[in-house]
């Protein structure tokens, strides 16, 4: 093997889900004190939920493999057959939850343009509320999304939150934050997590994503939301046995990576800068992992840009026709995002 | 009882719901041949559904108890659970049944907002089809409506269904067209029912509107389309034993009075032109039976205004927070239109 | 037409659905004052509705399109998603209705075998209630029929259905009772409607078999419950305009019919017994219009018995690979009963 | 603490599920290859799949968290909505699944009831077969349970399940084998797994129960009914990330704990001799490692002999009003067996 295969060991910027467990999160996993969580006798998975409870502080909370159940199990809980859910046009709960909502829930979303925003305005919310009549049973839950993936990682401040959520709250809807990089959110934010959760009936947070957890997303609210949650988590098969193996790392991924996620962030920055500064590309400045760049300047799809800054060794995923999305991570350091640049740079320059 | 309440036999134009079937329906109701339809043997039902077919130019069609019942019958056979179906925002499958394409198909609505224009352009449906993976099986349906009831009876030519169509086509997806109003629309646009048929997969025709059924809506498509809706039809409970009765009636709805919509358009335009010239409301002028009235120069909200010519003897709808909707039909002739063009003039000159 | 073809008019005994509308009733339809139901407005159904409630003495009713959505309306309107419904093995929601339960209200069956009797014994309803816990939320619905289609019309008491339905009271079990023929079980237990439908939460009644309305159902309960089904009725594409044309001459099957089916069940056991007396065929005495013929003696199987029985001008249906039913209705009158067991004589004879 | 307190450390026979993971199923989590399994990248999670398709025979298998997530995802896969599956009376799918054949698959359960047999017969599928018509889309599934859990581990030959299914497939109904505890089967028995997967279409086997994995079950049939099943898993939130932590001790599972079952049996027919000489309660020899005891002959239910054995240190449940279960598993030796017959002796004792 020559040299330059060795330094076309990739970097990988696809998503935050890539994240690798750490040594400690491995000793975590080793050691678990383990029973079986069906029966409620998971002395780490417990200790996850009291743990998850505390920092988004609510009631409690239930550890689910992932989150597109935990989103799926909080609609689930909060509407009834038939109504109505105010979702974001872009949310994650719309594009890659094979239209759960409809599936698991009986139901119909509204989807609203928050625009540059990552969650829907006050008057926006208030908007798309409905009643219910003979047509139909009105409007059943507000679901917001932070960070916004779809719209490049954008934060919504505790107050955008408080805004749309009081909007529905004024109506009787209830509110699930899908936070599935919340903690992304918070750090951009300089806030506790618990500084989003305060505003909504349950929140979700996904450990395995920046946090660098092997497996798995905590669903939290009040200890009733929870309890009736526990029982369509086993409806939708989601009741592991020991799950302490997983739950430990887990738990590390919360306690002890929420503040480096600073440095994914100036990573993604530092990287978005570099891209905006290539011909034909720009990548405008974001506030925490997600970089996405617009090709539509150069000659190029979205594809194929992916296609060749693969073979030259950066992995990054296609967002759209002409935008590219690339995640960084607690994987990838300062000194590989240089690389990375530098390999995006060959591809630019070898297309003139 | 003195004059004046004799005067306020109320002009009801809520809906062309209302329509009252003619004494020739009745007597057809009464003469009718009927048999058991659930045996495929009502005489009337058969011949009902014949014509339907022969004037929509599909293969076959089939008699439901109602349009709801008929658009989400067509929605069940077009679609798989998970895939997304095309709608425009403010179509009736939206706003009137019962977020029924996520409870009898899973299937999850992706609204496009077709403006002023009664469908989506071509531009736009290939733009909102989605491909499948393994986040979502893709589009399943384009569902499209004719007259758009929401946009005050909104006409679409053939050409804009068949552009819309085609799109949808173009990438494997089928076509629905929602026609509760559609004989309004071949009235509208001069040409046969089938000249919007002819470019969809499914097209239901409500026959208890404008056309004067006492009920009923006929589902027309192709042989194998109307042999699985009958299934669903059984399913949803609308499998009908001795439905001549009501059938034989419906029939004569499609036979004699398609051409007569254009007096009701005639009206409608004649009350929309009185009402635009009163103080303080506006009502443009509208290619079919459905006006509708925009308050917002007055300082008084649609509730308002529909209670107050409820009183004066003319029943509307409130069909916004500023928008109320009047229906002409078969049952208002143009001296009820006067009647009524003077009911809500006194209406107006009273509130000031 | 020679003599022969004359005599082969058919005595159609396939079932009482079959029944035609009666002069009266079509003079009724031809009169019937009607309106918009799906405003309330129509002056025959909420008569019959009226008539319905006081016949059952419920304290409301509800007019369907058929059987089959009154009983997935109660179905729905009773359960939670999840929950089970007890049911008998071989009821008309186990085998007619498109796995409704499942379909419509998420509801998983536990079949009860009663054997010969047409209902569950109390002792059984107790045994097959569940309690809820994590892994299923409970019962949720006992649903009975009488008389009990597949068992031949069998008759259930005031006392076995009152017996069934304490049972399930006792375990706060809600109970709908299918009476698509109830009418045939009240005459043949001497006993008003109302001694039924007084046992349970909503009981429905066919129109449109024995009583010889043309088309439809009636489902009763308390205010509540029927405000609650109206809006299901809706969602399954129930609601129907100016079904008074129906409405009207459904009313005088309820108001006229119900003792004429005295007649019914005599020539049934004319039937029966005039059957039974011919070689190779048992056809035991039936207490209301059901016959069943088991035709393991002869070795013919049902299929073909019917096939021949056809040929020779009776029709029946195949109930069983060796069970065949002829159903007694009010177009069949003794003299016609007679010509029947004539025709099937001839069937018999020719065999050997 | 005193020695009695000692003593007390429960032995729990409550159920197979709560087996640990041994030092080297740790050991195998600390050091997974990993990688993200939503996008096929974990090794760990390829190499336990592809092992399992290798004992099961199967083209492939999918990693899942849970047995119930198996099920329902094969479910899913071979059925339409309205279908009915034949399911044994008494098996996990009716019981303990949350209804989750109607609420996941709109299907329709018909229960068979095997008596002493573990699987229906071959005439009893037959007969429970229904072909599809207008009322209902006909029979889609056939579910089996080896070994039968709620009958006390009972085993269903090769051959049982061969004819069970080859009466299905004849009829062109598909065949899942819930093989939560498949493993028991093949040890008892003596014949590999593939023996049983071989006569089906879709087989789970559940790594956490007395295979000792922390979490998962495996589901292996078909290339192609992976690949569905695997959107399947995708719908129902059972994609985990770097979910080689638990993969690779679950592998461990399979290649190295099955042939150790055979202790457990023996120790189940060792406490089943053991309990069944004791006075008023009865447990026949068993064929693996579920021992039922039958508490009809005293006077005490199931519920209070459970509480009274937890007091005196063994854990079980009551698995009916007079039946307790205890389940043998590799956390429990002989030794252990000793010490919980004692104990249930002085339970017993204690009630003279
Ligand atoms: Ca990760
Ligand atoms: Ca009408
Ligand atoms: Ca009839
Ligand atoms: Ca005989
Ligand atoms: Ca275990
Ligand atoms: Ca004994």
Redesign the pocket.
């Given at each position: 093997m020559d040299e330059t295969t060795a330094v076309r060991e990739p970097v990988d910027l696809r998503s935050d889900?890539?994240?690798?467990?750490s040594d400690r999160m491995r000793e975590a996993a080793a050691n678990a004190p383990v029973g079986d969580d069906v029966y409620g006798e998971d002395p780490s998975v417990n200790d996850l939920e009291a743990t998850a409870a505390e920092v988004l502080g609510t009631e409690a909370a239930l550890y689910l493999p992932s989150g597109t159940m935990a989103n799926q199990t909080a609609a689930r809980v909060h509407t009834e057959r038939g109504q109505e859910a105010i979702v974001e046009t872009e949310s994650h709960v719309v594009r890659y939850e094979n239209a759960g909502f409809a599936q698991h829930s009986g139901v119909q979303i509204r989807p609203v343009d928050a625009g540059d925003r990552a969650v829907p305005s006050a008057a926006q919310v208030a908007d798309a509320v409905i009643a219910d009549d003979l047509h139909r049973p009105g409007t059943g839950l507000l679901c917001l999304e932070n960070t916004h993936n779809a719209k490049g990682g954008l934060v919504a401040t505790p107050d955008a939150i408080a805004a749309a959520a009081e909007a529905a709250h004024d109506r009787d809807v209830p509110v699930h934050l899908d936070g599935a990089r919340l903690a992304n959110a918070a750090v951009a934010a300089d806030v506790p997590l618990s500084a989003f959760a305060a505003h909504v009936d349950s929140v979700s947070l996904c450990l395995?994503?920046g946090l660098?957890?092997?497996v798995g997303t905590v669903l939290a609210g009040s200890e009733a939301f929870v309890a009736t949650a526990r029982g369509v988590r086993k409806l939708l098969g989601g009741g592991m046995r020991q799950a302490g193996l997983i739950a430990a790392p887990a738990r590390l991924a919360l306690t002890e990576n929420v503040a480096r996620l600073a440095d994914d962030h100036a990573n993604a920055n530092r990287l978005a800068a570099g891209i905006d500064g290539l011909d034909g590309l720009r990548a405008p400045a974001r506030e925490t992992n997600v970089v996405l760049v617009d090709t539509s300047e150069s000659a190029i799809d979205a594809e194929t840009f992916v296609e060749r800054c693969a073979d030259a060794g950066v992995l990054g995923s296609a967002f759209g026709p002409e935008t590219v999305r690339f995640c960084t991570h607690l994987d990838v350091d300062t000194a590989a995002i240089e690389t990375a640049l530098e390999r995006i740079e060959t591809v630019v320059r070898s297309r003139r």
């Open positions: 889900t890539v994240t690798m467990p395995s994503k660098g957890a092997p």
